[in-house]
């Protein structure tokens, strides 16, 4: 595994409240992912990021903002969260893009949003 | 848009029988795909990872075909046993180039190997 750890694991807050989910990496990757788990969805790209201050927006990202200052953080925050927000969500990273390269995931960060 | 449906969404099976997990994905300009194994409240641990080129890969009992013409994957496990038991998720990467898009994933199978 490639260090990936993610804060907080478990979450439960209130509609309407923001929330933030970091993500730390320790292999000096240099593109991190961030995504969310549902039933019947399967995992699905929110935001990814291709380097300190890059990011770009994936397949759901409505509701979502990332920021990346370091290389080693992704951080994830719903402005005001609510109850669709409520998800597993994982951080991902990997080295690069070549195809021999794979993405490695964190152990997630489960959200309840009330 | 790139599709991945992965079939059955689940199976279950007697100890020590061999069998084999399908992946069907849309587009079949991939760049690579890659099998991943999520145990229950837990993330992805990646299997194996096949590049466009490479027609299978194997590690251990598994072994993980790619056939882009057809656009399937399929996996396959050997003598399974209950320490088997997850969920199995196929992964698509396709590079726009434009940036670093992320890995389409199907829905997984979920698998149980009854001892």
């Known amino acids: 595994d490639a260090g990936i750890t993610q804060s907080p694991r478990h979450k439960v807050t209130e509609t309407g409240t923001p929330v933030t989910l970091r993500c730390h990496q320790t292999?000096?990757?240099?593109?991190m992912y961030w995504y969310r788990q549902d039933p019947g969805h399967g995992l699905r790209l929110i935001h990814y990021?291709?380097?300190?201050?890059?990011?770009d927006k994936g397949e759901v990202s409505d509701g979502y903002s990332v920021s990346r200052s370091k290389t080693e953080d992704f951080l994830l925050t719903l402005e005001s969260a609510t109850s669709s927000q409520t998800s597993v969500y994982f951080c991902?990273?990997?080295?690069?893009?070549?195809?021999?390269?794979?993405?490695?995931f964190g152990p997630g960060t489960r959200l309840t949003v009330l | 848009k790139q599709e991945v449906t992965q079939i059955p969404a689940a199976l279950s099976v007697p100890e020590g029988e061999n069998l084999v997990l399908n992946c069907s994905f849309t587009?079949?300009?991939?760049?690579?795909l890659q099998w991943f194994r999520q145990d229950p409240g837990k993330g992805l641990t990646s299997l194996l990872l096949i590049q466009s080129s490479q027609r299978e890969q194997t590690s251990g009992r598994l072994n993980a075909s790619l056939d882009k013409s057809s656009g399937r994957s399929t996996l396959y496990i050997a003598a399974s046993q209950p320490g088997d038991s997850a969920t199995y998720l196929c992964a698509a990467y396709v590079h726009s180039g434009g940036g670093a898009d992320g890995l389409t994933f199907g829905k997984g199978t979920h698998l149980i190997i009854q001892p």
């Open positions: 990021s291709y380097g300190v201050k890059d990011t």
């Open positions: 292999e000096n990757h240099r593109y």
């Open positions: 991902a990273s990997r080295d690069s893009l070549t195809s021999t390269d794979t993405q490695y």
């Open positions: 587009d079949s300009a991939i760049y690579n």
